[in-house]
T-cell receptor
Framework: GENVEQHPSTLSVQEGDSAVIKCTYS??????FPWYKQELGKRPQLIID?????GEKKDQRIAVTLNKTAKHFSLHITETQPEDSAVYFC??????????????FGQGTILTVHP | DGGITQSPKYLFRKEGQNVTLSCEQN?????MYWYRQDPGQGLRLIYY???????QKGDIAEGYSVSREKKESFPLTVTSAQKNPTAFYLC???????????FGPGTRLTVL
């Protein structure tokens, strides 16, 4: 089955700096890659996603890049703010069969933004 | 934050007891999912359902059971066969498989 590895497990930055979180996946058939943000004690919420027909997607200060050849994708947060502090999860999914819609998550990255 | 609800928020269970966690959604979503979250780990899929009256085992289904008799409801039973059930349980739904999943607020289960 699919395996998703996420690095780093913790990331500490100063306010205003950029943060980058990377994920690798094992199944070349995967073609949907969402990123979720989970604040302490709250539910995960989708912040951005990308499908394999594009290499990059941007939404204000957040961007995701995808390299299908290398089977990795990354989350980029620019101009970080203290409210960006949370746990971030990447995930991968592939179409077809009984696994249709099944998300495999990475282990998570604890991002801390220091004022 | 409305649309998908879970109850109760906290649940305590004695060893050897079965317990059922509720998940309800009014988003008219076809697909529903159950995840388990342990400290320092990602979300692991327990069961998922793409449509009413159908469900599939996820990666860690042993010791759990589900039903999907109604589109809006996907209850999860944690049985006594689950050896380490203390965890945070999250339910999610999506309009269809392979789309954004919306999560409920979670149930924290503690086995005493």
């Amino acid at each position: 089955g699919e395996n998703v590895e996420q690095h780093p497990s913790t990331l500490s930055v100063q306010e205003g700096d950029s943060a980058v979180i990377k994920c690798t996946y094992s199944d070349s058939a995967s073609n949907y890659f969402p990123w979720y943000k989970q604040e302490l004690g709250k539910r995960p919420q989708l912040i951005i996603d990308i499908r394999s027909n594009v290499g990059e997607k941007k939404d204000q200060r957040i961007a995701v890049t995808l390299n299908k050849t290398a089977k990795h994708f990354s989350l980029h947060i620019t101009e970080t703010q203290p409210e960006d502090s949370a746990v971030y999860f990447c995930a991968a999914s592939k179409p077809g069969g009984t696994s249709y819609g099944k998300l495999t998550f990475g282990q998570g990255t604890i991002l801390t933004v220091h004022p | 934050d409305g649309g998908i609800t879970q109850s109760p928020k906290y649940l305590f269970r004695k060893e050897g007891q079965n317990v059922t966690l509720s998940c309800e959604q009014n988003l008219n979503h076809d697909a529903m999912y159950w995840y388990r979250q342990d400290p320092g780990q990602g979300l692991r899929l327990i069961y998922y359902s793409q449509i009413v009256n159908d469900f599939q085992k996820g990666d860690i289904a042993e010791g759990y059971s589900v039903s999907r008799e109604k589109k809006e409801s996907f209850p999860l039973t944690v049985t006594s066969a689950q050896k380490n059930p203390t965890a945070f349980y999250l339910c999610a739904s999506s309009i269809a498989p392979y789309n954004e999943q919306f999560f409920g607020p979670g149930t924290r289960l503690t086995v005493l």
